[in-house]
């Protein structure tokens, strides 16, 4: 599974929110410590991201930072990952506590045994589709026909091209894909190589946006082909045997997202003093902000709104096992029930926000979603 998120090697480009909904967070966070459970000690652990760490996983680094783990007793090592399968994998084996994993990773972990538990969804969407320039012809799935388009064979959204091509009824005999190494992947349609390309939007818009290409990027969620994106996961032991650390590492990750989600120049900034070695690199704050805002625009979903920052729609949580047994998991996987996989027992208030802070949020990631369409 290729980057689920932008390298940090590949340059990038993103935005504020109201000032007055930052203080509103600090001010909600500050009242959430009265109520956070007592932990004894400190106790250390070891978080795993999907990939390497970048703007769309900064908001650990905002509740490291900002002392959200700290003030419910842990100290919490954050380590980049190698893709969301291997990160499932690493989190399943013991070798990380928790980690922050896209949903397709923990339903194929789970399908091939491992005992996994999402305790949270902090992004509804894994931003699977298909780039295209901004000048390009296509405008709707059916203008792919007679195409030529780009795709990393072993890329987390290649296995499923055929189930956006049956729902968007696509005749695929009349396209030709192109298998090319995802380090040329962007510049190809760039460089008018092939017509499209199928790609993560949060690893490949900051990418063409940081080459100053304009873009368009047709989702396939819009057609019914979704995942989620990252979740807060832990082996089902460490869940049964404890639920208050579940609890404080989920609402200290969600605690750190609301935080920069309210004021996300702060949030970056927060991230650059936590991981220097991104504030050196060429396009590192640029790359920050931009694939920022491309995961702050996945959080905008009636999930969150509606309920909390955290909650998983079951219903969809089914289609998504169901979808990933049917395109992207091995003939001997075995169906993971949804209803074990995924719960919804954390979802608390530290993940709500007000009409005027979702206003500003949305207002903050319209650019995004102007391209995301």
């Known amino acids: 599974m290729p980057n689920d998120t932008p390298s940090l090697t590949r340059p990038a480009s993103r935005r504020t929110v109201l000032k007055a ?3 509103l967070a600090l001010g909600a966070a500050a009242g959430l410590r009265l109520a956070t459970p007592a932990i004894a000690q400190t106790r250390s652990l070891k978080l795993t991201l999907p990939w390497l760490a970048n703007g769309s996983t900064l ?11 700290k003030k419910r007793g842990l100290d919490v090592s954050i380590s980049r990952g190698f893709g969301s399968v291997a990160a499932a994998q690493a989190v399943g084996a ?47 799935p059916k203008d792919l026909e007679g195409k ?12 499923y091209w055929p189930a956006f091509a049956k729902k ?7 396209i030709t894909m192109v298998q090319m190494d995802n380090r040329v992947l962007e510049q190809s349609v760039i460089n008018n190589q092939v017509d ?39 082996r089902a032991e460490t869940l049964a045997k404890d639920k208050e650390l579940c609890k404080a590492v989920t609402d200290a990750l969600v605690e750190g997202l609301v935080y920069a989600m309210n004021d ?30 491309l995961m702050h625009y996945t959080v905008v979903a009636p999930e969150a709104e509606h309920h909390a920052i955290g909650y998983t729609d079951m219903a969809k949580a089914a289609g998504m096992v169901d979808m990933v047994m049917e395109y ?25 926000l007000s009409p005027a802070q979702w206003a500003a949020v949305k207002k903050n990631v319209a650019e995004y979603a102007a391209i995301l369409g």
């Open 94 to 140: 013991g070798e990380f506590d928790f980690g922050f994993v896209f949903a397709g990773g923990v339903i194929l972990g789970a399908a091939r045994g491992l005992p996994l538990v999402a305790m949270g969804t902090l992004g509804y969407d894994a931003t699977m589709g298909i780039a295209v320039r901004a000048d390009s012809p296509i405008k709707t």
């Open 264 to 293: 996300p120049e702060a949030g970056v900034d927060i991230f650059l003093k936590e991981v220097p070695e991104v504030a050196i690199t060429k396009g590192g704050k640029e790359n920050a902000t931009i694939s920022q805002g």
């Open 168 to 174: 968007a009824g696509i005749d695929t005999s009349a």
């Open 328 to 352: 992207g998991a091995p003939k001997d996987a075995k169906r993971p029930d949804p209803a074990t996989l995924f719960t919804n027992q954390f979802v608390s208030d530290a993940g709500k």
């Open 148 to 159: 030529k388009i780009g795709t990393v064979p072993t890329s987390a959204e290649a296995p």
């Open 59 to 69: 908001f650990a680094y905002v509740a490291k930072n900002q002392g959200f783990f």
């Open 21 to 23: 909904g930052g203080a």
């Open 196 to 234: 499209a390309i199928t790609a993560i939007a949060t690893s490949s818009v900051p990418v063409m946006m940081a080459l100053k290409q304009p873009c368009r990027f047709m989702l396939w969620s819009k057609s019914g082909v979704s995942l989620y994106a990252g979740q807060v996961v832990t």
